[in-house]
């Protein structure tokens, strides 16, 4: 009892003050730096507290770390992809919830919701919307829809719908292996003529780029 005296009221009611930053993102669908949007969680407080990302459509993002802690005074980045970019989704109104609580305790001490949306492209503003539209528009941002949890399966789900490693970086990957297979320059004894030798230096540069592009392929 004396531990929960020490605690602040808004900790004690359940109403515990989230601070994030930005409470809105807008993702646009031909640019594809926008697809990947970064939401930094604040904890001003003097205990730590562990997060969840809940979402109202959640196959349409990936949530990195959907879950973790943040230490008293400190900040946390939250990186969520859209990965459903289609023109049904323009203007569809999703929303984030980010639930905080102790770290001993289940129950959430606070929340705080985030809207994102999908526009065709930054430079186009969007259009002004017909009064039904704009009414459903408001449902969509305030309204109580029903949360679900961004889970592991989901995250993994993602990778497939990324694309995986382009042709190029395949390409590039095997003229590197190629290269390193190859005669080194000086070598007397070789089939391969003298002209497909390559030099030490030339085969590093080539081990060097392939260790690149390895690790492109696995963050895909």
Same mark, same amino acid.
């Given at each position: 009892?004396?531990?929960?005296?020490?605690?602040?009221?808004?900790?004690?009611?359940?109403?515990?003050?989230? *601070?994030?930053?930005?409470? +809105?993102?807008?993702?646009?669908?031909?640019?594809q730096?926008?697809?990947?949007?970064v939401?930094?969680?604040?904890?001003p407080?003097e205990? @730590?507290?562990?997060?969840?990302?809940?979402c109202?459509?959640?196959n349409?993002y990936?949530?990195?770390?959907?879950?973790?802690?943040?230490?008293?005074?400190?900040?946390?980045?939250? #990186?969520?992809?859209h990965?459903? #970019?289609r023109?049904?989704?323009?203007?569809?109104y999703?929303? *984030?919830?980010l639930? #905080?609580?102790?770290q001993?305790?289940?129950?959430?001490l606070?929340?705080?919701?985030?809207? @994102?949306?999908l526009?065709?492209s930054a430079?186009? +503003?969007?259009?002004?919307?017909?009064?039904?539209?704009? +009414?459903?528009?408001?449902?969509?941002?305030f309204?109580?829809? +029903? *949360?679900?949890?961004?889970? @592991?399966?989901?995250?993994?789900?993602?990778?497939?719908? @990324?694309?995986?490693?382009s042709?190029?970086?395949v =390409?590039?990957? %095997?003229m590197c292996?190629?290269?390193l297979m190859l005669?080194? =320059?000086?070598?007397?004894?070789?089939? #391969?003529?003298?002209? =497909?030798h =390559?030099?030490i230096?030339?085969?590093?540069?080539?081990?060097?780029?392939?260790?690149? %592009?390895t690790?492109v392929?696995?963050r895909?």
């Amino acid at each position: 009892m004396q531990q929960q005296q020490h605690r602040p009221p808004g900790l004690v009611e359940g109403r515990l003050p989230v *601070f994030v930053f930005p409470t +809105e993102l807008v993702f646009y669908a031909d640019e594809q730096s926008s697809h990947k949007q970064v939401l930094t969680l604040y904890n001003p407080y003097e205990f @730590a507290l562990k997060f969840k990302v809940l979402c109202t459509a959640p196959n349409k993002y990936t949530v990195v770390d959907a879950t973790g802690a943040v230490r008293p005074q400190c900040c946390v980045d939250i #990186v969520i992809r859209h990965r459903d #970019v289609r023109a049904c989704h323009y203007g569809v109104y999703d929303k *984030f919830r980010l639930q #905080v609580s102790e770290q001993s305790q289940r129950k959430a001490l606070g929340r705080k919701e985030v809207t @994102a949306t999908l526009r065709p492209s930054a430079s186009q +503003e969007p259009p002004s919307p017909r009064p039904q539209d704009e +009414e459903r528009r408001i449902t969509e941002q305030f309204g109580d829809g +029903e *949360f679900f949890e961004q889970t @592991a399966f989901q995250t993994a789900e993602s990778r497939p719908v @990324a694309g995986g490693p382009s042709l190029l970086t395949v =390409l590039l990957g %095997l003229m590197c292996m190629a290269a390193l297979m190859l005669p080194t =320059l000086g070598e007397q004894e070789s089939t #391969v003529p003298v002209y =497909l030798h =390559l030099s030490i230096n030339k085969k590093l540069v080539a081990a060097y780029v392939l260790g690149l %592009l390895t690790m492109v392929i696995l963050r895909t």
